[in-house]
């Protein structure tokens, strides 16, 4: 189970500290941030919803933790001193081309999965570089809801493996 709202609404953010802005500009808007797997996951439910509902619902869920990890990134990374304007913190704009479009619903799930497990990593790593205890409280949150995203899809692959 996600956790609730509440949790991500208490974490309250420092001030000034650009090499934390771009680690978490990068989270979020980098070529497999948060806003690049929404939008990936935005166009896999448009074309499962009609053939896959069940699984569809389930990426729209997914897509609706992430959508509440982009918006507190996003505050992060103001709170930092930073602009959370669409482009990694190379300027390096994000854009369509970012975005796989695979059709087949194997290779769907699998490549969220591995797209889920790099995030998992990106967000320790961070984790492991951040000294500040909020901005840690904050991937924390981000690292267990990532834990459980990974399983719900790793469920799901091995219900088509059967």
């Not at 956790?3 to 609404?9: A, F, P, Q, S, V």
């Not at 650009?18 to 978490?24: I, K, Q, S």
């Not at 996951?41 to 509440?68: P, R, T």
């Amino acid at each position: 189970m996600y956790r609730n709202l509440d949790e991500y609404k208490k974490i309250c953010l420092p001030r000034k500290n650009a090499y934390y802005a771009g680690l978490l500009q990068n989270l979020l808007f980098g070529s497999e941030g948060v806003c690049i797997f929404i939008l990936q996951l935005k166009y896999q439910i448009s074309i499962l919803e009609n053939f896959y509902s069940e699984i569809s619902n389930i990426l729209n869920e997914i897509k609706e933790v992430e959508e509440v990890h982009e918006k507190f990134l996003q505050r992060a990374v103001i709170m930092t001193g930073g602009d959370p304007m669409l482009c990694s913190s190379q300027n390096k704009w994000l854009n369509g081309r970012n975005i796989d479009y695979v059709k087949e619903i194997k290779q769907i799930l699998a490549l969220n999965l591995e797209i889920k497990e790099k995030t998992l990593l990106d967000y320790k790593s961070a984790f492991l570089k951040i000294e500040n205890i909020e901005i840690k409280n904050l991937l924390k949150i981000l690292i267990d809801d990532e834990a459980i995203t990974i399983k719900k899809l790793k469920s799901l692959i091995s219900s088509f493996s059967t």
